[in-house]
């Protein structure tokens, strides 16, 4: 493994962006790393607010009247885990997207390298998180922050245990994608509403997802900074953008893939 502060970095700062292209441009960063261009840093919003359903999960979880009638889109992610759904204010969203042979090739270490941002941006923020300490059993399993939390990749609340961000990786054979979620506002009923079929009730949900705002009097925007700047500190990266190669074909990729109704809810990717 190599320095990673010795790498060519880039550091794309917060873009709104709906599911698909959301999806599309981690997919396209990948490739652009695997090639020998920059590796690469991002924060985004998600505008419509959205749903990311995990690769293996069951497109029944999902309410899909109420998605419609909300404006909520849904799309699939390339990891696995449960449902997010990332309100537009209520999500903050970032990726890391380097070269294969330049991270951990052990699952554990590499989530400990590339967390370690994260946990400085909660720092930052007055926020004191940490991994989860022990497995704890799952709320309802279709929904990422009700699932079990893991050691490995859940950072919850060291003052009372409530996740505050879920993070998965995606290995490709060249290449490695790790995206994370991080809760700045609850919004429990409408994070519960896009899932059918289930009981689980806003104060179940209060009890186990804690948000950003629920510690710290920072606002949005000053969160999205400290998130911002950690992870430019921590890989000593330069400001960046998306060159229009690389915007054409992840607008491409989300209408050919992450839009389709066969890779949301068939999980098959028809690209």
Known sequence: MTDLADREWRLIREEPWDGPMNMALDEIAAETAARGGPRTLRVYQWEPSTLSLGYNQDAATVDWDYCDREGITVTRRPTGGGGIYHDTHGDISYSIIAPADELPGDLMDSYE?????????FADMGVPAAFADEKRPAVYQPACYLRELHPAHDVVSATDGRKLSGNAQYRRKDSVIQHGSL?????????????SGHDVTVDAFDERVGAIEDY????????????TDALATWADADGGAWT???????????EKKYATELWTRDREDPT
Not at 185 to 192: M, Q, S, V
Not at 246 to 252: F, P, Q
């Open 113 to 121: 390298l590339l967390c370690e941002p994260i946990m400085d941006a």
């Open 183 to 195: 809760t700045y506002a609850g919004r429990a009923d409408r994070h519960l509403a896009v899932f």
């Open 216 to 227: 710290t009097d920072r606002s949005r925007a000053e969160a999205v900074d400290s998130l």
């Open 244 to 254: 229009d190669d690389e915007l054409t074909r992840a607008r491409d990729r989300a």
